[in-house]
């Protein structure tokens, strides 16, 4: 079966497409009966033999939707448009997914306390922090007049279960 149907050309920003005719099942950019116009997207402009257009359509070839659409446009044949794609239907479960993620985030938000509170807690708590570290870092070294050796005082380093582990003594 004939078809009748947009051979992309040009460069690759810049397309245009030739209007042809070959086999339905063809590839478009190998061998074609007839080069029959071109169309130029970024000017919307369309060249084509309207004469060769009709007589190939009179010999029982058809054509895609959007060359039906482009030649309603520019009157070249008569009829009604085509809708030429149509939008795709969500998968159930990503529409779920959705779902389970929306109501995940209200209700985080919901459970959120205001900013201005979080705000003041956070300086506070890193505050604290700040001087427990500086403490735990930094081991005293004191001097041993029998033995003339330093010995490093114990550090103790905080952790999250509030137990102190101390570390072993240099001599």
Same mark, same amino acid.
């Given at each position: 079966?004939?078809?009748?149907k947009?051979?992309?050309?040009?460069?690759t920003?810049?397309?245009?497409?030739?209007?042809?005719?070959?086999?339905?099942?063809?590839?478009?950019?190998?061998?074609?009966l007839?080069?029959?116009g071109s169309?130029?997207?970024?000017?919307?402009?369309l060249?084509?033999?309207?004469?060769?257009?009709?007589?190939?359509?009179?010999?029982?070839?058809?054509?895609?939707?959007?060359?039906?659409?482009?030649?309603?446009?520019?009157?070249?044949?008569?009829?009604?448009?085509?809708?030429?794609?149509k939008?795709?239907?969500?998968?159930?479960?990503?529409?779920?997914?959705?779902k389970?993620?929306?109501?995940?985030?209200?209700?985080? *938000? =919901?459970?959120k306390?205001?900013?201005? %509170?979080?705000k003041?807690? +956070?300086v506070?708590?890193?505050? !604290?922090?700040?001087? $427990?570290?500086?403490?735990?870092?930094?081991?005293?070294?004191?001097?041993?007049? *029998? =033995?003339?050796?330093?010995?490093v005082? %114990?550090?103790?380093?905080? +952790?999250?279960?509030d137990?102190? !582990?101390?570390s072993? $003594?240099k001599?």
């Amino acid at each position: 079966m004939l078809a009748i149907k947009l051979a992309k050309t040009g460069k690759t920003n810049k397309r245009m497409f030739r209007l042809i005719i070959s086999e339905k099942s063809r590839d478009p950019y190998g061998r074609v009966l007839e080069i029959l116009g071109s169309y130029n997207p970024h000017s919307k402009e369309l060249q084509a033999k309207g004469e060769r257009v009709k007589y190939w359509l009179s010999q029982g070839a058809q054509m895609t939707k959007t060359v039906n659409n482009l030649l309603l446009e520019n009157k070249i044949i008569e009829g009604e448009k085509v809708v030429a794609s149509k939008p795709g239907k969500k998968n159930k479960k990503k529409l779920e997914q959705i779902k389970t993620k929306e109501g995940k985030k209200a209700t985080a *938000d =919901n459970q959120k306390s205001s900013p201005s %509170e979080k705000k003041a807690d +956070q300086v506070s708590d890193n505050s !604290e922090e700040k001087v $427990e570290t500086e403490k735990a870092t930094t081991p005293e070294i004191t001097e041993d007049k *029998d =033995n003339n050796k330093e010995k490093v005082a %114990e550090v103790v380093t905080p +952790q999250k279960d509030d137990s102190a !582990e101390t570390s072993t $003594e240099k001599a």
